[in-house]
């Protein structure tokens, strides 16, 4: 269904960190799995994408992993950076119909 | 490249009158267009789906008459507000899927900010 959330759970890291951020999903019979980056005032943009019949995905400087078992995805960013700040979505989605957002988590970097 | 654009990117509008509001895939066709809402601090909330040549269809909860939406060509969408109120005042989002895509990758605008005076 969809997701709504009044606070957005935070995340603070170090630059140069690695940062992991967690997603749970809600359909068992989703095949694709997308995670966006939001700025804020900005539409989300694409960061990295996966299906269901893999487990894991590596972009430049992020990997997502996908465990069907508990429903759960996780985005990990490598050396983060202060303009890795932003709200991350994950989002789901079943046989090309609607993608469903996850509630998002905002990612603060400190330098 | 995959690049969404919209217009205008604010608009500040005097209750009852109408906002319309462009989508446009510039370096691909699409042929499914989507319209988002997000309040401050919340996640995305899809509203309708647009598909080029047809109706578009609507979320539960959304009205038709309310938000109408046009879906002419292969790169533009359009989102009209109608007897635009205060409570309509959010950030609206559109995203496009590439024609023939082989995923549901959707490819999203900057978001036009709404405020209903």
């Known amino acids: 269904g969809e997701s709504v959330g009044l606070h957005l759970p935070t995340l603070s890291v170090q630059e140069g960190d690695n940062s992991i951020i967690n997603c749970a999903y809600s359909?068992?019979?989703?095949?694709?799995f997308i995670w966006y980056k939001q700025e804020s005032g900005k539409g989300p943009q694409f960061i990295i994408d996966?299906?269901?019949?893999?487990d894991k995905r590596q972009g430049q400087r992020v990997t997502v992993l996908l465990n069907k078992t508990v429903k759960h995805l996780s985005l990990q960013i490598a050396a983060t950076q202060p303009g890795d700040s932003a709200v991350y979505f994950c989002?789901?989605?079943?046989?090309?119909?609607?993608?469903?957002f996850g509630t998002g988590t905002r990612l603060l970097v400190s330098p | 490249g995959a690049v969404v654009s919209q217009h205008p990117s604010w608009v500040i509008c005097k209750s009852g009158t109408s906002v319309k509001i462009e989508c446009r895939s510039l370096?691909?066709?699409?042929?499914?267009m989507f319209w988002y809402r997000q309040f401050p601090k919340q996640s995305l909330m899809l509203m309708a789906t647009?598909?080029?040549?047809?109706?578009?269809?609507?979320e539960q909860g959304v009205e038709k008459d309310k938000f109408l939406i046009n879906h002419a060509s292969l790169t533009l969408s359009t989102l009209t507000v109608t007897s635009a109120h205060p409570e309509d005042s959010s950030f609206y989002i559109c995203?496009?899927?590439?024609?023939?895509?082989?995923?549901?990758?959707?490819?999203f605008g900057p978001g036009t900010r709404l405020t209903v005076l």
């Open positions: 995203s496009a899927r590439k024609m023939l895509a082989s995923t549901d990758t959707q490819y």
């Open positions: 359909n068992s019979a989703s095949d694709y």
């Open positions: 996966i299906r269901s019949n893999m």
């Open positions: 989002a789901e989605n079943e046989g090309f119909q609607k993608l469903v």
């Open positions: 370096d691909f066709q699409a042929t499914t």
């Open positions: 647009s598909n080029e040549g047809s109706k578009a269809t609507y």
